[in-house]
């Protein structure tokens, strides 16, 4: 597991992140199944999972932050959350069966990205959206050194390949934008 995963869910970065906001944005309504890769302790995963009664997929690498999750949500008695470990950057779901695509501070991890995008494209419904909060390309008070992020616009480019196109851009504060596409 992550040495410091609780680091995720500090105070500042979880006011920054305005979950239940940025979700609305991306809009997430009652009745989408959505998706959160790389899900880590389940801070979007739970808020999701009130916003809609359908499913909430939880997907990582990490049994730590599976449990982590697990735990989470039945201390919230949340029911329609499902929690998958994956191997990285796989996407072991059904085709065209997401409605919401969220990536949060995850997209600069992975590996093969325009890969990767042709999976969230599979996945995804026809009408399906994509939420992307990542750190802006520049050193910040946190996050990870500026030379290993991805801009907002080189993240849109990947999607626009795969025909997934911006619709919103936002700047969440000084360290990380939202990206809302569709399908």
Not at 24 to 40: N, P, Q, S, T, W
Not at 112 to 128: A, C, D, M, N, Y
Not at 165 to 173: P, R
Request: aromatic share 6%; hydrophobic share 40%.
């Amino acid at each position: 597991m992550h040495s410091n995963p609780m680091k995720f869910e500090n105070e500042k970065r979880v006011k920054e992140l305005d979950i239940v906001n940025s979700l609305k944005k991306a809009g997430l309504k009652d009745g989408m199944v959505v998706c959160d890769y790389g899900a880590g302790t389940g801070i979007v995963t739970a808020e999701a999972a009130q916003l809609t009664s359908e499913t909430v997929f939880a997907l990582d690498m990490d049994p730590g932050m599976i449990g982590l999750i697990e735990d989470k949500v039945g201390a919230q008695s949340l029911t329609n959350v499902k929690t998958v470990k994956v191997k990285s950057d796989q996407l072991p779901l059904e085709d065209a069966s997401i409605d919401l695509f969220i990536l949060v501070t995850v997209l600069h991890e992975i590996d093969g990205v325009p890969t990767f995008v042709k999976g969230i494209k599979r996945v995804l419904k026809p009408e399906g959206k994509v939420m992307v909060i990542d750190f802006y390309k520049k050193e910040t008070p946190m996050g990870p050194p500026a030379s290993g992020r991805m801009s907002a616009y080189q993240a849109a480019r990947h999607f626009f390949r795969e025909d997934i196109n911006l619709d919103e851009q936002y700047d969440l504060g000084e360290n990380l934008y939202l990206l809302v596409l569709s399908n």
